[in-house]
């Protein structure tokens, strides 16, 4: 087992507060109206950078060090966003995670880490698109929204941070002091 570092206990309390601000905003505020007939929620702000983190703390602990992050994110996550959004979130995070999971441990030794932060949140995003829409669709209905109407909302908004994170890494990672001339290709110690 690896050390749980600072760093990723801070990872670990930044991967709940993700969970909870996902699950809270999506109660707390409507739907954002891209068009007539796209709804995002705002707790897709969040999923993307879920899934990031839980790439990072991959990296670091390994995959299954989120799970008690993903059960107590949604403990908190109750009062604020309710069972049925609580719920069908913690499905989501429980299910995704997994496929991201699988993903990343794929491509994270093959390609550079800003290209398995984006093909694994893909997978990712698409799984917890579908299992936090097909069990919130009850609530969705409950406020008058149709489901169908925010499950492409969703693959929009989650699928724009996404990209927006991805491209941060591939920048953050081309920056001269990731990459020390000590420890280029062909000069490793």
Do not use: C
Not at 15 to 39: E, M, S, T
Not at 158 to 166: C, E, I, Q, R
Not at 173 to 181: F, K
């Amino acid at each position: 087992m690896r050390r749980l570092t600072p760093a990723v206990l801070a990872l670990l309390a930044a991967y709940v507060l993700v969970v909870v601000a996902a699950n809270w905003a999506v109660a707390a505020f409507n739907p954002l109206a891209l068009g007539a007939w796209i709804l995002i929620p705002h707790g897709v702000w969040f999923v993307a950078l879920e899934l990031t983190i839980r790439d990072f703390l991959h990296d670091r602990v390994g995959g299954w060090w989120t799970a008690p992050a993903i059960v107590a994110g949604a403990a908190i996550s109750l009062p604020l966003a309710g069972a049925n959004i609580a719920g069908a979130a913690v499905a989501a995070f429980l299910i995704s995670p997994l496929v991201d999971a699988a993903v990343y441990g794929l491509l994270r030794r093959r390609t550079p880490r800003w290209a398995a932060v984006l093909l694994s949140n893909a997978a990712g995003l698409v799984v917890d698109t579908v299992v936090f829409i097909g069990l919130a669709a009850p609530f969705f209905r409950g406020i008058g929204i149709d489901p169908s109407r925010v499950f492409v909302g969703q693959l929009i908004g989650k699928t724009a941070v996404t990209l927006v994170v991805a491209g941060t890494i591939f920048l953050w990672d081309r920056r001269p002091a990731a990459n020390p001339p000590h420890l280029a290709a062909g000069n490793a110690r």
